[in-house]
């Protein structure tokens, strides 16, 4: 069975500051993508950042990056320049691929709260 | 706005009672996923829908949940006798590939 683990239920940076948000997923395929969703107060999800995991070079999309280690199962999001608009919880979120259809597997969320 | 909606965005019952939720992906997308989400845990798989099969349910689906897509556009997904355990926030997801889109949600009390 496919796990995500977030191991950090809270953190708080400072606007303008960077910060890093761990990941680590459990799994015996070889071909997968990983993504960050963010979640921001009473709206809806939207996507970050994705990265398949036949790629080694890390996806980046603006200020967003991902460190994608492979072997050890990890996949963290960081955030640089951080805004008040990065507020947010944010999901990791590993998809396997059937032969009908993609299952998504999501962790339990970290909430970024960034201070002015 | 042509994203993923959800109707009503709001529901509050009495336990026992029936509930319909509606959801309308992007329109050229032919994957559909419901999911459950309670308070701070991440969206946990229902169901999947490619155009109108159900393809996929996951056990958490008991036999009081079903859920439709009839003609491969809209899906419903419907709670019977509805119980306490079943408060949840509940989000449909569309794709047209390895990418989800969501909808802003359906969040169920059942009091």
């Known amino acids: 069975a496919q796990t995500v683990t977030q191991s950090q239920p809270e953190m708080s940076v400072q606007e303008a500051e960077t910060v890093t948000l761990s990941c680590t997923y459990d799994?015996?395929?070889?071909?997968?993508?990983l993504f960050w969703y963010k979640q921001p107060p009473s709206r809806q999800m939207i996507l970050v950042i994705r990265?398949?995991?036949?790629?080694?070079q890390n996806a980046t999309e603006n200020r967003f990056s991902v460190n994608f280690q492979k072997a050890a199962k990890s996949f963290s999001l960081k955030i640089s320049d951080s805004q008040l608009g990065d507020t947010a919880m944010y999901f990791c979120?590993?998809?396997?691929?059937?032969?009908?259809?993609?299952?998504?597997?999501f962790g339990s969320g970290t909430k970024l709260n960034v201070k002015p | 706005d042509t994203g993923v909606s959800q109707d009503p965005r709001h529901k509050i019952t009495k336990r026992g009672q029936n509930v319909t939720f509606r959801c309308d992906p992007i329109?050229?997308?032919?994957?559909l996923y419901w999911y459950r989400q309670t308070l701070g845990q991440g969206p946990e798989f229902l169901t999947y829908?490619?155009?109108?099969?159900?393809?996929?349910k996951s056990r958490l689906l008991s036999d009081r949940f079903s859920a439709e897509r009839p003609k491969g556009s809209f899906s419903t997904l419907e709670i019977q006798r509805t119980e306490q355990g079943d408060s949840a926030m509940y989000l449909c997801?569309?794709?047209?590939?390895?990418?989800?889109?969501f909808g802003p949600g359906t969040r169920l009390t059942v009091l």
């Open positions: 829908f490619q155009n109108e099969a159900q393809l996929e």
């Open positions: 329109s050229e997308h032919n994957r």
């Open positions: 990265q398949e995991a036949y790629k080694q």
């Open positions: 997801a569309s794709s047209p590939g390895p990418k989800q889109f």
């Open positions: 799994t015996s395929e070889s071909n997968y993508y």
């Open positions: 979120a590993f998809m396997k691929l059937l032969n009908n259809f993609n299952k998504f597997y």
